[in-house]
């Protein structure tokens, strides 16, 4: 790890707030490209007219109009459920920084299409926890394989038993993790 922060220089880590924008922002941004997810994402705050992104301004939303901003049928309806929770008070993100990580996953993740990783996400970017480490992230499983010449891609168990001396730090051994996979082959 040591020669990979060499190479990457200084952490740069950037935060966004813990709030429904955020949260909303993650569901678009799954399983897509960044440029494609931010277009996307882009379209959806000004069709709802709302930057930062409201529960109440999504829900005013047509399905079609959501359609038409570049969300999947499914996605829409997970950007709706959590729009709907949140108005509701069943997500309450003023809760959050009072709960232990285990704590928050278990409150994001009663959102539809809102999984551990998500949740791991707003821990990370939003919340600032220093010692996380998502192990469903395929780009920190890549990572690891390069780094540590691995032979395939490492289980959870074996990511947990190599990222064990990170602690404290293991959020930002991710963030170096994922910027040594844009680097050049080299690395």
């Not at 882009?42 to 038409?68: C, F, Q, Y």
């Not at 959050?96 to 009663?110: K, M, R």
Request: aromatic share 8%.
């Amino acid at each position: 790890m040591g020669g990979i922060i060499t190479k990457v220089g200084p952490c740069r880590l950037t935060y966004r707030d813990a709030d429904f924008h955020s949260l909303a922002r993650s569901i678009v941004f799954q399983q897509l490209n960044g440029k494609a997810a931010a277009t996307i994402f882009a379209r959806l705050t000004t069709a709802a007219k709302a930057d930062p992104l409201t529960p109440e301004a999504v829900l005013k939303l047509r399905l079609s109009t959501l359609r038409k901003a570049g969300l999947s049928a499914q996605k829409a309806s997970y950007v709706r459920d959590l729009a709907a929770r949140t108005r509701s008070g069943d997500v309450d993100f003023t809760k959050l920084p009072l709960l232990d990580d285990a704590g928050v996953i278990e409150h994001l993740t009663q959102v539809k299409g809102v999984g551990p990783w998500t949740a791991q996400m707003i821990l990370i970017f939003a919340l600032r926890r220093a010692d996380v480490l998502p192990t469903a992230d395929y780009g920190i499983r890549a990572a690891m394989k390069r780094a540590y010449e691995l032979p395939e891609l490492p289980k959870p168990s074996e990511m947990e038993a190599i990222a064990e001396r990170w602690r404290p730090y293991r959020s930002i051994a991710c963030w170096y993790l994922w910027r040594y996979l844009d680097g050049p082959a080299e690395m």
